[in-house]
Structures are given as structure tokens and as C-alpha cells.
């Protein structure tokens, strides 16, 4: 089955540096992307939704890129704040099973 | 924003114990989810369900019944809780369940097993 490997686990950076988060996955027939992000003692809120036909999506601060060659999604916060200190997941799925497979996280701490 | 609600927040128990964790969703969303969210491993899927009286196995099943008694309520259920079970448990909801939706999570519930 699909797996979701995404890195690094932790990450610290200065306010205003770029913050870049990777996640590889395994099924080339995955066609459905999520970043989703989990603040301090509260739930998951989705970030973004990435179809497999669009290759650069862009949010408010951040950036997410996908790659299907290579099988990798990225998430870019460009310019970090404290208030994007949180921790972050990255979620993949394929086929009609119903299944949606997440990465293991990323603990972001942004300094001020 | 749908809302998701877990209940309790926080649960202590010891080896052995009987321990019930509460979800409901009052968004009319069919499918509701529990996953167990553990460092190194990421959310793992527990048991899911489409509808009332429905359960569906998920990934990581063993040691956990659910059940899902109305359109809103989904139940996790331990009946034997062992250490290994200490956890953050999320509960979610999406509308049709299919993979291209996003998902809908409570604020979680910790549990720790003595």
C-alpha cells in the first residue's frame, strides 16, 4: 500500500525565513494531495487540497509543489511568522479504497 | 466550519480498563473516522464508518471495537486498555468519504494507560 514519508520531524526557524517541508510517497497512481495544520492543543485544519494536474499552488504565505516524477510533495512557508508555529501533515491519496495516508509530521517552531 | 466534537478531552486508566471515547459530528457528514495519532507514526486509521449501524475496518484495528449508534455519534471502544494504547486519539468526518475530500477532526482526546 501507499506510503507517506515526510521530513524533517522538527524544524525551527527565524521569523522571516522560508520553512520547507518535504513528504515522498510511494503510489504513482495517488492523484490527491493535503497539507493540514495542527496548532497547540487544537485539531487538524486543512491548509490546502492539491489535485495531480497542478504542479505549483500557491496560499496566503505559502507555497505548495508537487512533483510526480519524483513523487514529492513540498510545502514552502515563505517569510514564517510565530503564528505558524504548529505542527503539519501532509496527507496523500489514490484509488477508491477510501483511503487517505498521512505523513508523520512536522513540529514547526518559528523564533521570533 | 463543520464541527467535530470528542469527548473527554483527556483520559487516565490503568492495564486492563474499560474505556470509551465519544465523537459526534452535527454536520449531517456520512462517514466518521477515528484515527490514533502517536510520535514517529503519524494519524493511523482505527476504524471508520458510512452511516449508522455501519463499521468499517481500518489499519491499525486491533484491541478497539467502535461503533456507531445515530448519523452523529461514533464510539471508540478498549475494552482490555493496555499501555500500548496510549495515544492521541482524533476523531473525523467527511461528507461522502471519498479520497479526494478533505477531512473534518475533532480536538482529540489523550488517553494514557497506566
Known amino acids: 500500500g501507499e506510503q507517506v514519508e515526510q521530513r524533517p520531524p522538527h524544524l525551527s526557524v527565524r521569523e522571516g525565513d522560508s520553512a520547507f517541508i518535504t513528504c515522498t510517497y510511494t503510489?504513482?497512481?495517488?492523484?490527491?494531495f493535503f497539507w493540514y495544520k495542527q496548532e497547540p492543543g487544537a485539531s487538524l485544519q486543512l491548509l490546502m487540497k492539491?489535485?495531480?494536474?497542478?504542479e505549483i499552488n500557491e496560499g496566503q504565505g505559502f507555497t505548495v509543489l508537487l512533483n510526480k516524477k519524483d513523487k514529492r510533495l513540498s510545502l514552502n512557508l515563505t517569510a514564517a511568522h510565530p503564528g505558524d508555529s504548529a505542527a503539519y501533515f501532509c496527507?496523500?491519496?489514490?484509488?477508491?479504497?477510501?483511503?487517505?495516508?498521512f505523513g508523520d509530521g512536522t513540529q514547526l517552531v518559528v523564533k521570533p | 466550519e463543520a464541527a467535530v466534537t470528542q469527548s473527554p478531552r483527556n483520559k487516565v486508566t490503568v492495564t486492563g480498563g474499560n474505556v470509551t471515547l465519544s465523537c459526534r459530528q452535527t454536520?449531517?457528514?456520512?462517514?466518521m473516522y477515528w484515527y490514533r495519532q502517536d510520535t514517529g507514526h503519524g494519524l493511523r486509521l482505527i476504524h471508520y464508518?458510512?452511516?449508522?449501524?455501519?463499521?468499517q475496518i481500518g489499519d491499525v484495528p486491533d484491541g478497539y471495537k467502535a461503533t456507531r449508534t445515530t448519523q452523529e455519534d461514533f464510539f471508540l471502544l478498549l475494552e482490555l486498555a493496555s499501555p500500548s494504547q496510549t495515544s492521541l486519539y482524533f476523531c473525523?468526518?467527511?461528507?461522502?468519504?471519498?479520497?479526494?475530500?478533505?477531512?473534518?477532526f475533532g480536538h482529540g482526546t489523550k488517553l494514557s494507560v497506566l
Open positions: 473525523a468526518s467527511s461528507v461522502r468519504g471519498k479520497t479526494n475530500e478533505r477531512l473534518f
Open positions: 503510489d504513482p497512481n495517488s492523484y490527491y
Open positions: 492539491v489535485f495531480s494536474s497542478t
Open positions: 496527507a496523500v491519496s489514490a484509488g477508491n479504497n477510501n483511503r487517505i495516508f
Open positions: 454536520n449531517s457528514h456520512n462517514y
Open positions: 464508518s458510512y452511516g449508522a449501524g455501519n463499521l
